[in-house]
């Protein structure tokens, strides 16, 4: 049986987390019970903003939970880093409705990870025919599946689900055993700029402290709300995230996070928002109330690759965008989604779209391999 529920506290954490994160796979902090619990009751991701709560449950004969989609009806395409306006704008100039649509991810989060959240492929594809039916019932255009791993992709897209790819950088960890031995990897102009960038920022007065645990206190997060407010104000117009959900997740998942704190003259003046997970570090936020030259650079990307180093983690994800992290050793990787749209008419021209978007995705890594800041050839 399947059905929608209007809020993550309705399903049990234990079940939750059993699906989402399965004892020996890889753990992922953001598609957590906690990290989902914690959005809805901050009021981040609920109904007032656009994010109202349809996660779909799947049960078996017995009661038992045995599948769970993290869904979301939106009435606006903010907050998720695939970006469908143009599909919207065409849809609506035509006389159509593109909203509401259903949108299955983590709110705010460009992060690979389970999306369908069940045991077998099986159990995932009547999950993801779930939602098309859900998409008939909500009177929804659309249903929207993004950053699910590429194991889910390929096996799911289709003539129903359409498959889109985007681009990534992150880190990988070749067994370093410090900071000097990853930049021992790099062509030599690439190894003094970053050297030159880190400099910089000491020669600034600027010191930098990674806190986790319960070392990161309330003081603290005012902090990072301030930092995360000013610059989010400033990039994006309205930030997605309220003051209340930091507290929220520092409590709940304390041991996860990586709160990367740049002091100056006893002032911390920026930060940077992480999640540990158990072979990846995630970089999800970041602001600052003074700006200084590589200090964005200092802050989230080099102070993630000491931590990766030293946790011995495997990669550091470091969210959208960015082809400015490819000289500072972040190499491009592929993303994956898949659309369904109701409409058959919007169905093929977007189709269309995707399958010239997937080419030019493909040239793009490509011609970003060619510029790779390593001494020799990293596999992409």
Same mark, same amino acid.
């Given at each position: 049986?399947?059905?929608? +529920? ?5 399903? =049990? ?27 809805? %009751? ?14 779909? +449950? *799947? ?58 959240? =069940? ?23 659309? %249903? ?12 799911? !897209? ?7 790819? $985007?681009?990534?950088?992150?880190? *990988? ?6 900071? $000097? ?9 690439? /190894? ?22 319960? $070392? ?28 209340? &959900? ?21 002032? *911390? ?14 970089? /999800? ?11 964005? &650079? ?7 690759? $000491?931590?990766?180093?030293? /946790? ?10 960015? !082809? ?24 093929? =021209? ?10 030019? %995705? ?19």
């Amino acid at each position: 049986m399947l059905k929608p +529920v209007t809020s993550a506290l309705s399903i =049990a954490r234990a079940d939750w987390d059993r699906l989402a994160n399965p004892p020996g796979a890889e753990f992922n902090p953001l598609v957590a019970h906690d990290f989902f619990r914690c959005l809805e %009751v901050s009021g981040c991701a609920v109904a007032k903003t656009g994010w109202a709560p349809s996660h779909l +449950v *799947m049960e078996d004969a017995a009661g038992t939970v045995t599948g769970i989609v993290p869904c979301y009806r939106k009435r606006h395409s903010y907050g998720e880093y695939v970006f469908d306006h143009g599909w919207a704008d065409a849809y609506e100039r035509a006389g159509g409705r593109y909203y509401p649509k259903l949108q299955v991810s983590v709110p705010f989060s460009p992060v690979t990870g389970p999306r369908l959240l =069940a045991a077998s492929e099986e159990e995932r594809r009547e999950l993801a025919s779930g939602l098309i039916a859900l998409c008939g019932e909500e009177k929804a255009s659309s %249903v929207h599946i993004t950053f699910l791993p590429e194991r889910d992709w390929t096996a799911l !897209g289709g003539q129903l689900w359409l498959k889109r790819n $985007d681009i990534q950088f992150h880190w *990988m960890n070749g067994g370093y055993r410090s900071f $000097d031995d990853f930049l021992a990897s790099l062509s030599s102009q690439k /190894r003094k700029n970053i050297r030159k960038e880190r400099a910089s920022v000491a020669a600034a007065g600027i010191t930098m402290h990674q806190v986790t645990g319960r $070392d990161i206190t309330e003081r603290h997060w005012d902090a990072f709300h301030d930092f995360y407010m000013d610059t989010g104000t400033r990039k994006w117009g309205t930030p997605y995230l309220n003051r209340e &959900f930091f507290s929220l997740v520092g409590e709940a998942m304390a041991e996860h996070i990586l709160l990367v704190i740049a002091e100056r003259q006893g002032r *911390m003046i920026a930060g940077a928002l992480n999640f540990i997970g158990s072979h990846a570090l995630y970089g /999800r936020n970041w602001g600052a109330i003074e700006y200084h030259d590589n200090l964005h &650079f200092e802050t989230c990307y080099y102070q993630a690759i $000491d931590f990766a180093i030293a /946790r011995g983690l495997a990669r550091v994800e470091a969210g959208a965008q960015g !082809g400015h992290k490819l000289a500072r050793g972040y190499l491009p990787q592929k993303t994956y989604s898949l659309h369904y749209l109701a409409h058959p008419g919007l169905q093929r =021209a977007v189709a269309n779209y995707l399958e010239q978007e997937r080419r030019g %995705v493909e040239q793009e890594q490509q011609a970003l391999a060619a510029h790779s800041p390593f001494r020799h050839e990293q596999d992409f």
